[in-house]
């Protein structure tokens, strides 16, 4: 019988990298230093490096954690088993409350990470293209299915309404950053809905 080798990991992998992706979210990458992840996980300089690698490895993870999670409530929002204009309506929704008050402040790790990497850093560029084209996919899904069921407005074409679309969210995101009201991001939503939505 093999003994496993070395010692086994004594804490959580999952919630260390939720920790620190806290700690990228709210500093940003480059300002991010060592000790600060270090009491964010409370892991040692040994245990982090030997589970993670390095910084960027490890923000790379937390990047995946957080790209995951945002397509994972699009695919509830826009369920195809939902009615289109529904699932639209929550996916927009879901964007309104996340652009509100200290979340909106917070901002988006995406859109930050975009701003001050994407075109420094291969892994992360490539890794918001993917997560930006996967979200079209899915609001144009969405969008088509609405148009099927006749809920389009005139000229609107799913796969072009998605980038649109798109573009809007991530805008209402950094806009998010001055402190909007709730009130003026539905109406900004609405607005834009009343074009798109029979």
Not at 15 to 38: I, K
């Amino acid at each position: 019988m093999q003994l496993p080798r070395g010692r086994p990991r004594s804490f959580d992998m999952d919630a260390a990298v939720e920790r620190a992706m806290g700690v990228f979210w709210s500093r940003g990458y480059h300002a991010t230093a060592l000790p600060d992840l270090l009491q964010a996980t409370k892991l040692s300089r040994g245990s982090l490096y030997a589970a993670f690698g390095d910084k960027h490895s490890l923000f790379l993870l937390a990047l995946d954690r957080y790209i995951a999670d945002a397509l994972a409530r699009m695919d509830t929002e826009l369920d195809p088993s939902r009615e289109p204009v529904d699932g639209l309506r929550a996916y927009l929704a879901g964007y309104i409350d996340r652009t509100c008050g200290a979340k909106g402040r917070r901002g988006c790790l995406l859109v930050a990470t975009a701003m001050e990497l994407a075109g420094q850093d291969a892994e992360v560029g490539r890794r918001i293209a993917s997560f930006f084209k996967a979200m079209e996919v899915r609001v144009a899904d969405a969008l088509a299915r609405a148009k099927m069921a006749g809920k389009l407005a005139e000229g609107v074409e799913p796969s072009s309404a998605a980038r649109i679309l798109v573009c809007f969210v991530e805008g209402l995101r950094v806009v998010g950053k001055t402190g909007p009201t709730r009130i003026t991001s539905q109406a900004t939503v609405d607005a834009l809905l009343d074009r798109v939505i029979r």
